[in-house]
DNA sequence: TAAAACTGACGGAATATTCCGTCAGTTTTT
DNA sequence: AAAAACTGACGGAATATTCCGTCAGTTTTA
């Protein structure tokens, strides 16, 4: 509970403010919680970042899988994942931001990295599926999701700062267009 | 000289350690210069990468110009000009990792967007251009510009992350990614 | 009623920022 | 053309400020 309240109001902060602009103070009186109640369930700020990073793609991806069933067509499943992963972040614009800036940052370990994207290895099987069928390009399905995955984070920034409003017919249009770059 | 050798040291040590992580006296030890010469230079860390993220942006944008003419087919103005991106990136690892880790940072502001950005409204005269010979999907030039650069933006940064060795081969493949993804 | 969780005032370490003496280079005076 | 006066960039010591992390006291839980 506690330990919710910290960590969201540690993403909202860093988001809106940067990380070295905000305290541990700060975090503690957004979360209405006492300073000592913020060192009991973490070591530093560094950590609560990682901790956000681990919790948040953990969200994102029961968001993306739930519902998710392995039929149709191939095509329609990639549309089925990635219109979620568009969905989920159009609705939580603050954790697409920290998303999108914690992404290379040096707080993130190799190993928060990994373990945090374990995940999204299920998006592996269906480009790997569409590598037999010969649909894609000559790349792995790691580099082809990656590929994909950046093209969508990279799309969403400016269409946020633009508040471009987004509606059906521009998330088809794009994942046509994340489909078509892809295509053998 | 003083002046960007501490935006230089900057530079370095922001992208090594992050922001939060880095003093102004390491910055001043790195550059080898006084701490109060930063202070002559720059009033907080906060403008230290304001000015770090223009002057590296007009670096940028004067590598990829430089020699850029306005021949031959569109299609060879838009690999020539994409490609240029992505050498000076590869030359320029700090500088990239630093580009991306900015990019949504709440310091810069969107004045100082749009004045980094300013030498970059060259690419959507050709995307306008391509759009008259209907070569690409119905979007405005701004759109297919800004999608063609995050993904080469995240492509890149998962490319340098997996330490991807990139020969002109993986370049051409990719710039037709890029293509296609907008191709009518 | 004992244990666990929580709180926020506090001390001191870390950091930002200021301030001033120095001196290499430049201009003015004689 | 030599000497004297001036200038302001520079470094880093000194100061001001911020921030961290602890702990004694309080509240909640079981």
Redesign the interface.
């Known amino acids: 509970m506690k330990r919710e309240q910290i960590l969201k109001a540690g993403l909202k902060l860093f988001?809106?403010?940067?990380?070295?602009a905000v305290t541990i103070a700060q975090i503690a009186a957004e979360a209405k919680v006492g300073i000592g109640t913020v060192y009991r369930y973490f070591g530093s700020?560094e950590e609560i970042v990682q901790q956000i990073w681990i919790t948040q793609k953990s969200e994102e991806s029961a968001y993306i899988f739930n519902k998710y069933t392995q039929q149709g067509s191939l095509r329609s499943q990639f549309d089925f994942l990635w219109e979620r992963v568009i969905r989920y972040f159009l609705e939580h614009p603050l954790e697409f931001?920290f998303s999108?800036?914690f992404?290379?940052?040096?707080?993130l370990t190799k190993e928060i990295h990994e373990v945090a994207m374990m995940d999204f290895l299920k998006f592996d099987e269906l480009y790997a599926m569409g590598l037999e069928q010969n649909l894609f390009?000559p790349?792995t399905a790691r580099?082809l999701r990656?590929?994909t995955?950046?093209?969508i984070?990279?799309?969403l920034?400016?269409a946020m700062d633009e508040k471009m409003d987004i509606d059906d017919a521009t998330i088809a249009?794009f994942l046509?267009?994340?489909w078509?770059?892809?295509?053998a």
Chains 1, 2 share one sequence.
């Open positions: 988001v809106t403010h940067g990380l070295h700020k931001q999108y800036q992404a290379a940052s040096p707080i390009k790349l580099r990656l590929f995955f950046s093209t984070n990279g799309w920034l400016w249009l046509q267009m994340c078509d770059s892809i295509k």
